[in-house]
């Protein structure tokens, strides 16, 4: 397996998991209750699918949780909490290899959820992720950082048209919307997706 060119970024050891990831003060996922409340979803969230599952912290709010993520320490953080996670190296090794991982990561989904993925990869990337996600749940809860489209794997902006036409030409269709700002202050914009 390769690893994703932007997973060294993530890998700088699995004890550094929240503060690198950011989630170190949200470990109680209170900013992810928010943004279900908001964009009409219900705690728990169901069987989730969590993309760049992180700290893992989303876990607490679904039914049934499995993550994925390119950084290995993040997917060693989760095991050792006790969470099911795996390794993936981008969109498309989710696609061909996640349904072969293991019996234990083989769940069907409610929804996927990619939060802070999309705030650190480029348009190009996005759209392989949309597009795999199609075969993957029957909805979508992700995030992006409206601006001008430009940026790198630690703040990537989105061009809020240029998405938008994005998932309607990956086949989502946005049922729901919500900006909230990051604890830092960074507006990020949450889209939830049929």
Known sequence: MMEHPAAAYWNRGAG???T???AENLMDASDVVDIAAQLGLAIPMGRVLDIGCGSGRVARL?????GVDISADA???CKARGLTASVIEGPEHLVSTYPRMGDPLIIEHDLA??????THIDAAERERYLVAFTSLAPS???DIIPGSGKGDVSLWTADTADFERTLLRTGWAIRNTYERPSPEGVEHR???LD
């Open 113 to 118: 959820v990619c939060l802070s993925v999309f």
């Open 75 to 77: 997917v060693r953080y």
């Open 16 to 18: 550094r998991v929240p």
């Open 140 to 142: 979508v809860l992700v």
């Open 20 to 22: 690198t990831t950011g």
């Open 190 to 192: 949450y889209y939830l």
């Open 62 to 66: 679904c039914a049934e949780w499995v």
